[in-house]
């Protein structure tokens, strides 16, 4: 099991909002994802990070951030959200121990009118 | 450039009918390989994963995978589909970056398995 979670998971939110979609686990793993993802669609990774006060852009440009501030947590942010920010977003970790395959939350499912 | 692809937007089976959908990739070194399975409104599920050994991988819900050095490919098989198996599939294969290890996934593949 993954234990990892996502909030909220479904937002519909009006152009030029400020949101935070949240992303927390409870297992402690250093490294943590953030992807982007359209309907039925592949994923892109976004963001990334390796622990506390590590975060990297992924490859695929987005205007979000994100912090580490704390293991469990790894939020990302619109401060400006529109249109062009709907999608679905998928937050996943990493066990030290394994292989490279990552474990996904539920996912996060955004709309901006 | 290391990528994975998957040339089948979509597959259909009858129930009770094998099943396979494919995945090729390109990485340079040994490929450390994965696939997931997305249902409707949720994230992704792990299903199973080859990094060295045998070529016939086994994972959850029935799955296996085959893996072949020669075409590069990581194809997922079932040898008896359900309409549950009905949701979209992810191939992944890892990638070093600047910063460790990543995963890159293909553009996944609609099964649609029909009773």
């Known amino acids: 099991e993954a234990d990892i979670y996502q909030t909220p998971r479904y937002l519909v939110i009006g152009t030029g909002k400020k949101i935070t979609l949240e992303c927390s686990q409870t297992?402690?793993?250093?490294?943590m994802y953030w992807y982007q993802q359209d309907p039925g669609m592949e994923l892109h990774l976004i963001h990334y990070s390796y622990g506390v006060n590590s975060t990297e852009k992924g490859d695929l440009s987005s205007e979000s951030t994100v912090s580490r501030i704390r293991t469990e947590h790894f939020p990302l942010t619109l401060e400006s959200a529109r249109p062009s920010h709907t999608s679905q977003y998928l937050c996943?970790?990493?066990?030290?121990?394994?292989?490279?395959?990552?474990?996904f939350g539920p996912g996060t499912r955004l709309t901006v009118t | 450039a290391q990528s994975v692809a998957q040339p089948e937007d979509q597959v259909n089976v009858a129930e009770g009918n094998p099943l396979t959908v494919k995945c090729t990739y390109s990485?340079?070194?040994?490929?450390?390989l994965f696939w997931y399975v997305q249902y409707p409104n949720r994230g992704l599920q792990f299903l199973l994963k080859?990094?060295?050994?045998?070529?016939l991988v086994k994972g959850s819900y029935g799955f296996e995978a085959e893996f072949n050095k020669s075409q590069t490919s990581f194809h997922l098989k079932k040898p008896s589909a359900l309409v549950s198996d009905s949701a979209l599939y992810f191939c992944?294969?890892?990638?070093?970056?600047?910063?460790?290890?990543?995963?890159?996934f293909g553009k996944g593949t609609t099964l649609s398995v029909s009773s």
């Open positions: 990485v340079s070194g040994n490929p450390y």
């Open positions: 992944a294969v890892r990638v070093l970056n600047q910063a460790g290890t990543a995963l890159i």
């Open positions: 297992m402690g793993h250093d490294k």
């Open positions: 080859y990094i060295t050994g045998d070529n």
């Open positions: 996943a970790n990493h066990p030290e121990r394994g292989d490279n395959e990552q474990y």
